[in-house]
């Protein structure tokens, strides 16, 4: 999902009214990057523990995913704000991480 966050904030910056775009869709850019890279390290674990993930459906207040583990299901609801607050989370993280990444390059080259 964080992800998903990063591609419409690209979106937005690039189609919205910002006079100096590039430092933005760097750092964004380079956030999605790094989460797609975890993405595919996550889903090759996964894969190796035969484990899925399918996204059922989603009204106002809960998600609802089936999770199948070796064979076995289980179903689990999750509240709607408590993954906009891990998402949240996560994005804070990766901007730390392209920034550690940044500032690095930055005094590599001065």
């Not at 990063?6 to 910002?18: M, P, Q, S, W, Y």
């Not at 595919?40 to 583990?69: A, C, H, P, W």
Request: glycine share 4%; charged share 35%.
């Amino acid at each position: 999902m964080a992800i998903v966050v990063l591609e419409k904030d690209i979106t937005h910056i690039e189609n919205g009214a910002f006079k100096i775009k590039e430092p933005y869709l760097k750092l964004l850019r380079h956030m999605e990057q790094i989460a797609k890279n975890e993405r595919r390290r996550l889903r090759e674990k996964m894969r190796k523990g035969k484990m899925d993930v399918v996204y059922i459906q989603k009204n106002d207040t809960f998600s609802t995913y089936l999770f199948i583990v070796r064979g076995y299901e289980e179903e689990r609801r999750y509240f709607n704000p408590a993954v906009r607050k891990k998402v949240e989370n996560i994005y804070q993280e990766l901007m730390i991480e392209a920034l550690k990444g940044h500032a690095q390059f930055l005094s590599e080259a001065y």
